[in-house]
Nanobody, 118 residues
Framework: QVQLVESGGGLVQAGGSLSLSCKAN????????MAWYRQAPGQPRDLVAS???????IYADSVKGRFTISRDNSKNTLYLQMTSLKPDDTAVYYC????????????WGQGTQVTVSS
């Protein structure tokens, strides 16, 4: 029943900016961790950035200083603000949520395509 829906992907020129959103149909405050992953064709799905319920953040070295992950619990939405985009940032970006109950539950969005042209 949990759904994560990404939006905001598109085509942007190198050096440009783009903001992604992930809307949840449950309270984002109930997630112990939320994150953005990305996957380019022929590549594994890699962590881009994560944020915990206590607002601790982790960024991949490749995006550190350029991307910012944030969460608005009043809107049940996760965000990824991307600046100084590079062609290597081209990928499908996925929203991720993890909740600890009796066991660990993980959820994935369907992904949104980000294409950065040179």
């Amino acid at each position: 029943q949990v759904q994560l829906v990404e939006s905001g992907g598109g085509l942007v020129q190198a050096g440009g900016s783009l903001s992604l959103s992930c809307k949840a149909n449950v309270r984002t405050v109930d997630f112990d961790e939320m994150a953005w992953y990305r996957q380019a064709p022929g590549q594994p799905r890699d962590l881009v950035a994560s944020i915990t319920s206590s607002d601790s953040t982790i960024y991949a070295d490749s995006v550190k200083g350029r991307f910012t992950i944030s969460r608005d619990n009043s809107k049940n939405t996760l965000y990824l603000q991307m600046t100084s985009l590079k062609p290597d940032d081209t990928a499908v970006y996925y929203c991720y949520g993890m909740a600890k109950q009796l066991t660990v539950w993980t959820y994935w969005g369907q992904g949104t395509q980000v294409t950065v042209s040179s």
